[in-house]
């Protein structure tokens, strides 16, 4: 069984290597040399952990070959996966299906007979139906499947929730598309992972309602957040107590600066969007995006409001990406948050293991640290917004004694009460009690 991934992004390139892994021969395709050139020497093009090691075994096994000639890798393809970007448009929030709609037409032009073609991207309700009779009108006569196979992969884990998942989502239109797949996971359902095989139309619902639930859940939780800061409690305790009911569950209830990344906020627009299109109007998830919009300003505004109390002229942010383990900074809360810190008359000096590169590009006026204690010198307000590591483990005291003001906003809730004695410090974080505001 041959394999052709077309896209390597985040969710092509990640499935390209792991199919490989499952030991299928796989090509990936890219129309950026640059990428494909990067990758033919090795080189992963994103940061992703384990998937060096994987790509590295792979490659040389010659399970896994990169290039940019889509029309000969198709060819000789009996499974073809389309992992193109569909990036929101700008203005109604939809979902821009320009790159599926390329490479399905380059893929009609040169696939054989009976080839399986699987859109992986994350594409609304219709695309796959879609896409069908646009392949058929290309090649009529000429028979293919059509199958939507949606990911659940999270940036940071995505090795291993692909080598992993909870579940895998199949929406077929024939037979041979289902047998296909069936045969690609065939190493995973060895590990008893449950394969939902069903409609088109079924499993591209399933890929946006999952995630325009779990930012619900995320939205839902930093909403409790604000209702602890006003009534003196604290939304760990309360997630804690609330996800112990099977019911509603214990993940996603962390409680921070508003979700951000490639898929959340892209997600539930184009979502709500096609509520708005189909007349079925989606409007808890339409509220999802605006509370989300607002409370990266919100948590913007409690700093700057701080920063007047106290004269404060200068904040460290300890992490851009929107979450740890990832060098993605795509809609990550700090790129709402520092421009508005910068209106404000603020000078920002910043720190992020991995991100910093991506964060030149689209920050600018920014000093730039080797490290958070670099980054806190002289600081009066420090600002940690995403929960890497390295910021879990900050010797406090040296911290405070670094900074020239006392004030960490700590937005991942990452510290306790025990973590700041002695330390002089007034910590502000999310839905907790204040500690060490002198009385
Ligand atoms: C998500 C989905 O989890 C994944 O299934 C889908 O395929 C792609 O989108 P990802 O974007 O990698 O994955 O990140 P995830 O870990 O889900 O976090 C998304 C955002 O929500 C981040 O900004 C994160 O900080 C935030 N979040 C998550 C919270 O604020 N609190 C939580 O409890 C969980």
Redesign the pocket.
Do not use: M, Q, Y
């Given at each position: 069984m041959k394999i052709a991934m077309i896209g390597t992004g985040y969710v092509g390139l990640v499935s390209g290597v792991c199919f490989a892994e499952f030991g299928f021969q796989v090509t990936c395709v890219d129309k950026n040399p640059a990428i494909i050139e990067r990758l033919q020497a090795g080189e992963v093009t994103i940061f992703e952990p384990g998937l060096d090691d994987l790509l590295d075994r792979n490659a040389k096994d010659g399970r896994l070959v990169f290039t940019t000639d889509l029309a000969t890798t198709v060819a000789d393809a009996d499974v073809i996966f389309i992992a193109v970007g569909t990036p929101s448009r700008r203005g109604d929030g939809e979902a821009d299906l320009q790159y599926i709609h390329a490479a399905a037409d380059e893929i009609a032009a040169a696939m054989k007979p009976d080839a399986v073609i699987v859109i992986k991207s994350t594409v609304v309700v219709g695309t796959n139906a879609d896409v069908r009779a646009r392949i058929a009108k290309a090649r009529p006569g000429v028979a293919f499947s059509m199958v939507s196979n949606p990911?659940?992969?999270?940036?940071?884990s995505?090795v291993e929730?692909f080598l992993r998942p909870d579940r895998v989502v199949v929406g077929v239109h024939d037979e041979a598309g289902a047998i296909a797949m069936r045969r690609v996971y065939r190493p995973l359902y060895l590990r008893e992972t449950p394969m939902i095989v069903t409609t088109l139309e079924n499993a591209e619902i399933i890929k946006y309602a999952?995630?325009a639930f779990?930012?619900m859940?995320?939205t839902f939780?930093?909403e409790v957040a604000d209702l602890c800061e006003k009534a003196g409690g604290n939304v760990q305790d309360v997630a804690r107590a609330i996800g112990m009911d099977n019911r509603i569950g214990s993940?996603?209830?962390?409680?921070?600066?508003?979700?951000?990344?490639?898929?959340?906020p892209k997600?539930t627009r184009a979502y709500a969007a096609t509520g708005r299109k189909l007349d079925a109007p989606q409007t808890l998830i339409e509220q999802v995006v605006s509370i989300n919009e607002q409370r990266k300003r919100s948590m913007a505004e409690r700093v700057i409001e701080a920063a007047q109390k106290h004269g404060v002229k200068s904040v460290a942010v300890l992490g851009i990406a929107?979450?740890p383990n990832?060098d993605d900074i795509r809609e990550?809360?700090a790129l709402d948050i520092i421009p508005l810190l910068q209106k404000a008359g603020l000078t920002v000096r910043a720190h992020d293991p991995e991100a910093r590169t991506a964060a030149e590009q689209v920050l600018s006026g920014v000093n730039w640290c080797k490290s958070a204690y670099e980054a806190v010198e002289g600081a009066g307000i420090t600002l940690l917004l995403t929960e890497w590591n390295v910021y879990r483990a900050l010797d406090l005291k040296r911290v405070a004694s670094l900074m020239d003001g006392n004030i960490l906003f700590d937005l991942r809730n990452v510290y306790s009460g025990q973590d700041l004695d002695g330390t002089g410090l007034e910590y502000h974080s999310v839905g907790r009690p204040l500690i060490g505001r002198p009385s």
């Open positions: 990911e659940f992969l999270r940036e940071g995505a929730d999952a995630n779990l930012a859940k995320v939780i930093n993940k996603f209830l962390h409680a921070g600066p508003g979700f951000g990344g490639s898929c959340f997600d929107f979450k990832t990550s809360p």
